[in-house]
Each structure stands twice: as structure tokens, then as C-alpha cells.
């Protein structure tokens, strides 16, 4: 039995498309859902998977509320967020906590939030690298799954280190969607 796995994206669909690339039987994509039109949408259409946008509201509840709605749709096993780049709230997490995973490119605690690339240069680490952690309600906060240290290259740039840890993140994003157990009793997804 494969797990039915619902991806959460923002932007370029580069993590997404490691994921549909590498489905094995193990796991497949079911649903594709964005925060707005964006070309990771576009990855999904072209491999036929199901596409929504679930556009920003203005009442934050009831954004995560129907994003909770559209997201079960596709009655997943597992939630990933690949690039989406929004705070899950209350109305969602309270479906999906402890099957909503996210990816981020810093070694958490290390760096949360949106610039967690440029946070690490600024601070002159020699070491970085990704992280893969439980949603729950904070900033990149939830309980860390697995991480990939990425060093920091004498001179490089901003770009190009983000590059390298984008690449780590697809490979450990694979490697734990091939290792995925489904919750059980309401639980949290296993690797």
C-alpha cells in the first residue's frame, strides 16, 4: 500500500518535482495545492496530478479553514510542504498535525523563517544544511525529523549555497517519502 501523500507549494516546484520524480509505489502524489498560481502548479499539471490554489483571505481562519477542506479532499497520509511559504493555523493543524511535514534550509533551530540562507551567511557559520520537521503552530519550531549538514564553501555566494542545500533537501525529502508510515489512531506519520 502506497502513501497518498497532498504537497503544499508556493513557488518554482523544484522540491515538488524531486517528489513526483522519485514516486516508487511506496508513495504517490495525490494533490498539489498552492497559496497561488505559481510554475510548481505547472510540475503538477504536466505529470496529471489534481492542482488547487487556495488563495490568501483576509480572515486567516478561514483561509486555513478551507485549505484544511480542499487539503482532505485527496484524503492524504501524509501533508508536505515543499516552498509553501504560509503559517498553517489552528483549523488546519487540528486535521493534520503529525502528518504535515515541512522542509527548511537551515539546521534548525538555527535560522528560522524566510531567510534562514542569508540569516546563516550573515552570521559567518561554517556549517548549514536542511532540516525536515513536524508543522506545528510556530515559526519552523516543530519537532525536528531529520537534518543534512551542507558546508559553507570559502567565498561562496548567497545563490549558490542555497543551491547546494536545495539539492540536499530533495534527497532527504525522497529518501523519508520512501520510508513514510501512515499515522495510526491518530498519530504521527512514522520514518
Same mark, same amino acid.
Request: negative net charge.
Given at each position: 500500500?502506497?502513501?497518498?501523500?497532498?504537497?503544499?507549494?508556493?513557488?518554482?516546484?523544484?522540491?515538488?518535482? +524531486?517528489? /513526483?520524480?522519485?514516486?516508487?509505489?511506496?508513495?504517490?502524489?495525490? %494533490? $498539489? *495545492?498552492?497559496?497561488?498560481?505559481?510554475?510548481? @502548479?505547472?510540475?503538477?499539471?504536466?505529470?496529471?496530478?489534481?492542482?488547487?490554489?487556495?488563495?490568501?483571505?483576509?480572515?486567516?481562519?478561514?483561509?486555513? +479553514?478551507? /485549505?484544511?477542506?480542499?487539503?482532505?479532499?485527496?484524503?492524504?497520509? %501524509? $501533508? *508536505?510542504?515543499?516552498?509553501?511559504?504560509?503559517? @498553517?493555523?489552528?483549523?488546519?493543524?487540528?486535521?493534520?498535525?503529525?502528518?504535515?511535514?515541512?522542509?527548511?534550509?537551515?539546521?534548525?533551530?538555527?535560522?528560522?523563517?524566510?531567510?534562514?540562507?542569508?540569516?546563516?551567511?550573515?552570521?559567518?557559520?561554517? *556549517?548549514?544544511?536542511?532540516?525536515?520537521?513536524?508543522?506545528?503552530?510556530?515559526?519552523?519550531?516543530?519537532?525536528?525529523?531529520?537534518?543534512?549538514?551542507?558546508?559553507?564553501?570559502?567565498?561562496?555566494?548567497?545563490?549558490?549555497?542555497?543551491?547546494?542545500?536545495?539539492?540536499?533537501?530533495?534527497?532527504?525529502? *525522497?529518501?523519508?517519502?520512501?520510508?513514510?508510515?501512515?499515522?495510526?489512531?491518530?498519530?504521527?506519520?512514522?520514518?
Amino acid at each position: 500500500m502506497s502513501v497518498n501523500v497532498a504537497v503544499l507549494v508556493s513557488g518554482s516546484g523544484t522540491l515538488l518535482q +524531486a517528489i /513526483l520524480d522519485n514516486q516508487d509505489g511506496h508513495y504517490r502524489v495525490s %494533490l $498539489v *495545492v498552492a497559496d497561488k498560481e505559481c510554475p510548481a @502548479l505547472d510540475r503538477a499539471r504536466r505529470a496529471g496530478i489534481p492542482t488547487e490554489v487556495v488563495a490568501m483571505q483576509p480572515d486567516r481562519d478561514a483561509w486555513n +479553514a478551507h /485549505l484544511a477542506e480542499v487539503v482532505a479532499s485527496a484524503s492524504p497520509d %501524509l $501533508v *508536505v510542504s515543499a516552498g509553501f511559504m504560509r503559517i @498553517l493555523g489552528e483549523a488546519f493543524l487540528s486535521r493534520f498535525e503529525g502528518k504535515t511535514i515541512n522542509t527548511h534550509p537551515s539546521l534548525l533551530p538555527a535560522f528560522p523563517g524566510a531567510n534562514a540562507v542569508g540569516d546563516a551567511m550573515a552570521y559567518g557559520v561554517k *556549517v548549514t544544511g536542511c532540516t525536515v520537521h513536524y508543522v506545528d503552530a510556530g515559526m519552523d519550531t516543530g519537532e525536528i525529523i531529520a537534518q543534512h549538514a551542507v558546508a559553507v564553501q570559502n567565498g561562496e555566494t548567497q545563490d549558490a549555497l542555497h543551491e547546494r542545500i536545495k539539492q540536499a533537501e530533495r534527497s532527504q525529502i *525522497v529518501n523519508l517519502l520512501r520510508k513514510a508510515t501512515p499515522a495510526k489512531n491518530n498519530g504521527k506519520v512514522t520514518f
